[in-house]
Structure formats: C-alpha cells, structure tokens
C-alpha cells in the first residue's frame, strides 16, 4: 500500500464529472503516479492546494490507497489531517470516493467536522452529489469520532490550545458567519473552559453557536 509520496508535477487538470476533483500525475523516481486530489478552492480550509502546483513543481502528498475487486486508485491530500478525514467519509455506507473528495473541496475539514457535530444536514447536503440521505447517513457514523481521530497525538499544551482555537473559529465561519462574529464567540468559550482541547472541542463549538 501507498502511503506518501514525493516527487514532481507533470500534469494537473479538473476533471469534468461536475464533481471538485483533479487529476495530477506525480512523476516519482521516473514513475508516473495517477493521483485524485480534491480541488480546494473556496474556504478557509486552503491554506495549501493542489492548483496552485505548478508543472515542475515538487510536491510531497499523503496518499490514500483505495483497492477495489476491479480498481486500485490514489487518492492524493497535502496533508495528513485531510487523508485521515477522507479515509473516514468513505467508510460510510453509500459514500465513495468521489463524494469525499467533493465534500473537502465544498467544505474543508472546518465545515464538515462543524455540520456533522451540529447536526446540520443542510450543509453537509450542499456538496454535489450527496443528498440529504447520504448527508444523514454520515452524520449518524462520525459525529463524535472526528476530533479525536485528527489531534489523537496532540497534547493539551498552549499550543495545542491555539489550534483548537483556530479550527473552532474556522469551524463556526464555514457556517456563515462572519469572522469578527466568529472570533468574538470562540474568545467567550475558551474564557469560560479555560482551554480548548480536542476532547470539548465539540461541545466548545455548540456553546459558541449559542452564543450568537
């Protein structure tokens, strides 16, 4: 199995399914790796992204390896958090590849770790391709397992607090609101817990919706 790879940009090009994806052949150590890679473009999630690569560019990405009876396919993310979520999503029933891929386009990790811990159905169901059904569906199987699956190795140091701070931030932008709003929420809720921590980090987020 696939696990990480480094290596150069030879092409990079959207696919037209009508789902957020690209296709990137990654040369590595003269070997042409076809690679799926969300197309992330819109949220506060794209910090990094695979369109802005570049022909000749060097890349490093983590690689989800999915093996079908007639397929085996990479799945490519420029970070491990990203992986980890996908390789989540598509362990759901009824929620390949594709979708997965166009929900971290349409919502990044911020937004879809908020709709599932919220409930938000609607949200979740804006990405193309997945109905309300599919959007219950993952609702039902991830809420309360994502925090704990993306900061398992974090410790609960100063640091560790400001990132929590920033994805709760993040988290209740990806819902519509505006950042002054968002922050002036987060900065109630981490004065009232004393620290995030990806344990209440959940509940954190329902206490600050509350509070707007």
Request: hydrophobic fraction near 40%; charged fraction near 20%.
């Amino acid at each position: 199995m696939i696990g990480f790879l480094r290596g150069k940009v030879i092409s990079s090009s959207l696919l037209t399914t009508g789902l957020d994806a690209l296709r990137v052949v990654l040369e590595v150590n003269n070997i042409g790796y076809v690679l799926y890679a969300p197309n992330i473009t819109n949220h506060v999630d794209n910090s990094r992204s695979f369109l802005n690569a570049r022909v000749g560019d060097e890349l490093e990405v983590w690689i989800s390896h999915v093996v079908r009876e007639d397929s085996e396919t990479l799945y490519a993310f420029t970070d491990e958090k990203n992986r980890a979520l996908f390789d989540q999503l598509i362990t759901v029933s009824g929620i390949g590849p594709r979708i997965a891929l166009s929900m971290l386009a349409n919502l990044g990790i911020s937004g879809i770790q908020a709709a599932i811990e919220t409930d938000n159905v609607k949200k979740l169901a804006t990405t193309p391709g997945l109905g309300n059904k599919g959007a219950s569906k993952i609702i039902l199987d991830l809420k309360g397992k994502l925090v704990q699956s993306f900061d398992q190795n974090k410790t609960h140091t100063e640091s560790g607090n400001t990132q929590n701070y920033k994805i709760l931030v993040e988290a209740i932008i990806s819902l519509g609101f505006k950042i002054q709003v968002a922050e002036t929420a987060a900065k109630e809720v981490m004065q009232e817990l004393g620290e995030i921590t990806d344990k209440n980090l959940p509940a954190a987020l329902k206490s600050a919706l509350a509070k707007i």
